[in-house]
């Protein structure tokens, strides 16, 4: 197989490393010095060759890991995984799409054989070789989202399209940046964002609602979001805050550079054909401070970004009590030398 | 997001229905897969009529889960701008096409515990398809369907063979006409209804289930408009610093395209808003035709929708 999967831990003893190559791949989410929200989509149909956006669902050194984090995520809290009754067709679209995907995008680490609408499917990573019956749901071990997303790196929430809204009725949430779906489940658009400071002032999510309706098959799209966590935590969950909220408080400015990770999250969007849902993948991302400060630019404009942020930002986003640690270990990386435009390394 | 992606299509099939009504059929010309789709979705086909170029949304008819072929039907519209004259006398068996992949604005309501469609001459085409999709999932429907005469009801024997149970024709010179008030005070709760046909039916089922105390939610219905044609005008795009000429049988966003001018657009029939463009400057009056500004939006004289909407007057100064 042409990816070496990590073998780590997201949580205990948190082996989780990132490679050289996993790296200079980091999706680094600011394209200047300054960060404030925007719609900021593009299509997302490819990019350069070996970056996360190259294939519709990027395969990575810890997808074998993440796979099993999940698994263990599930089994404690299996509400995580959650689909109205009216989303099953939804299911089987998302299920199509990405087996069609990994199928075509990974030769070498997935096979689809369609005959009719008897399928067999083989992930070589996770040793699965499933014959099944397309829209019959009795033929595989879980419902057709379950079980695809339990062999896929991301979170996937799948929002209903009626009444010129979107809804969250169906979901796969174990990796989330403190969000519930289980909170969430039912919301629509609007409903899901109450939380968000600035934006809705800002006229942010009716701009994005329409752009979001108005995505259609052929043209998918994506963006990136951002946060700070501590440890390279998967599950940030609400539900588990209580696991995870304390570790804030264990950061020191000796092991700053390797305890706190900036978060990325690579989010797409696909117009599901046979339910006319849209689904919205989150993929997360993680890289430590030590790791991150390797590339100079990046290192430059993160404290720039961390220094200006406002307030309310860096509150939502949970490492306000940090920031002066955090500044204090990206300062001497900042030179201040001016930085070159876009998000890649010099 | 301009549009919405292409398909190189050939024509495959061509049936003449009836007097007005001709079923067109296209695979993809590479002879692979068509992309599936949800019922009620249409897809824009591309006319290219000698010098000018067309760009009509159809609604496709033919099984969502067929991956094979997509059919539509061009009602015949003697008064139109010939986009429909051009599907009825210039497209043949063999012709290559461009088609867009299917877009879906009218699409079920998969929470319904029972779709209830209401259909009014070609306003048919829709339903076929959901029809063929709630078949596959047992899904619970009924269909009422109104046309001019018996010889114009197309679908009709083909629908009540199979369906003799779920389908109600109705023909309007047999003085025949759909009972909405036992209709609508009959069906079970979490039905849905879906309208689709000319204005009138639309604004009369929706006004009834209304008062009937029908949620907004449950009642669904598509008209989509074609552009008219009218009196040629002048237009200039600020942005793109240049002036247009819309011809009598162009529409405004066909001469903005023709000149080079990228536009969004997904229904091209004054429905979904994504066409919608701010005006900096005018003199004279619109003619607005769509079903997207609000009353007030078109008073303003600050926005057009540019797929269905016309201008006449001395100055136009569109921000595009």
Redesign the interface.
Same mark, same amino acid.
């Given at each position: 197989m042409t990816i070496q999967f990590n073998d780590e831990s997201f949580r205990g003893e948190y082996t989780f490393t990132n490679s050289d190559h996993a790296i200079k791949r980091f999706p680094f989410p600011f394209h200047e010095d300054s960060y404030m929200y925007a719609v900021n989509m593009e299509q997302h149909q490819g990019g350069p060759e070996g970056s996360i956006y190259e294939k519709r669902f990027d395969v990575d050194e810890h997808y074998v890991s993440e796979m099993y984090d999940r698994k263990l995520v599930l089994t404690e809290d299996p509400l995580r995984c959650q689909s109205l %009754?009216? =989303?099953v =067709?939804a299911g089987w679209d998302l299920l199509e799409l990405i087996m069609v995907s990994k199928a075509e995008d990974y030769p070498d680490l997935f096979e689809l054989h369609r005959d009719g609408a008897n399928w067999r499917w083989v992930n070589k990573p996770l040793s699965i070789d499933q014959s099944f019956v397309f829209?019959d749901e009795t033929t595989l071990p879980y419902g057709p989202m379950e079980y695809i997303t339990r062999q896929t790196q991301g979170d996937f929430c799948i929002l209903? *399209? &009626? !009444?010129d809204n979107l809804w969250m009725d169906a979901g796969m949430v174990t990796t989330q940046a403190d969000w519930s779906l289980d909170f969430d489940i039912g919301m629509n658009f609007f409903e899901w964002h109450a939380p968000v400071p600035k934006a809705h002032e800002m006229g942010i999510f009716i701009r994005a609602l329409?752009?979001l309706l108005?995505? *259609? *098959?052929?043209?998918p799209?994506r963006r990136l979001n951002w946060t700070m966590t501590v440890n390279p935590l998967l599950d940030t969950s609400p539900e588990n805050y209580h696991k995870w909220g304390v570790q804030k408080r264990t950061l020191t400015p000796e092991n700053i550079g390797q305890k706190q990770y900036l978060r990325v999250e690579l989010q797409t969007f696909f117009r599901l %054909? &046979?339910? !006319?849902a849209l689904v919205f993948p989150i993929r997360c991302y993680l890289i430590n401070l030590e790791d991150l400060v390797s590339v100079p630019k990046w290192a430059r404009r993160l404290h720039r970004v961390i220094r200006d942020l406002p307030i309310e930002l860096a509150t939502y986003k949970g490492f306000i009590d940090n920031r002066p640690m955090i500044l204090d270990y990206l300062a001497p990386f900042d030179d201040g030398q001016p930085t070159s435009d876009g998000v890649w390394p010099d | 997001m301009i549009g919405s992606t292409k398909i190189n299509v050939i024509v495959s099939q061509i049936k003449v229905l009836n007097d007005l009504v001709t079923c067109f059929e296209f695979k993809r010309t590479n002879g692979g897969l068509l992309p599936t789709f949800s019922g009620g979705a249409h897809t824009i086909v591309e006319m290219q009529d000698g010098s000018v170029l067309r760009l009509n949304p159809y609604s496709i008819m033919s099984d969502p889960f067929d991956q094979a072929r997509y059919t539509i039907s061009v009602r015949r519209d003697d008064q139109g701008r010939g986009g429909s004259l051009f599907m009825h006398t210039k497209v043949k068996v063999g012709d290559e096409m461009v088609i867009s992949y299917p877009v879906n604005l009218f699409s079920l309501d998969l929470r319904a515990r029972k779709h209830l469609f209401i259909a009014g001459g070609i306003g048919i085409t829709p339903f076929l398809a959901q029809i063929k999709q709630l078949e596959r999932s047992n899904g619970y429907w009924e269909l009422h369907y109104s046309t001019r005469r018996p010889s114009l009801g197309t679908f009709v024997d083909e629908l009540l063979k199979k369906y003799p149970h779920k389908v109600s024709p109705y023909y309007d010179e047999c003085d025949q006409r759909i009972e909405l008030t036992s209709l609508l005070s009959g069906q079970p709760l979490g039905t849905h209804i879906y309208i689709c046909g000319p204005k009138g039916m639309i604004d009369w089922v929706r006004q009834e289930a209304t008062d009937f105390g029908w949620p907004d939610e449950a009642i669904h219905f598509e008209e989509f408009l074609a552009p008219l044609p009218g009196k040629p005008f002048q237009a200039k795009l600020e942005i793109s610093d240049k002036v247009i000429n819309v011809g009598e049988l162009q529409s405004l966003l066909e001469a903005v395209e023709l000149a080079g001018v990228e536009a969004p657009y997904l229904c091209r029939g004054g429905a979904c808003g994504q066409c919608e463009t701010s005006v900096i400057e005018y003199d004279g009056k619109f003619i607005h035709r769509d079903h997207w500004l609000t009353d007030d939006e078109k008073t303003s004289g600050l926005k057009i929708m540019p797929c269905v909407s016309r201008f006449e007057g001395k100055k136009l100064v569109l921000d595009r």
């Open positions: %009754p009216h =989303m =067709m829209l209903d *399209q &009626r !009444n329409k752009f108005s995505i *259609q *098959q052929g043209t799209a %054909p &046979r339910s !006319n | -």
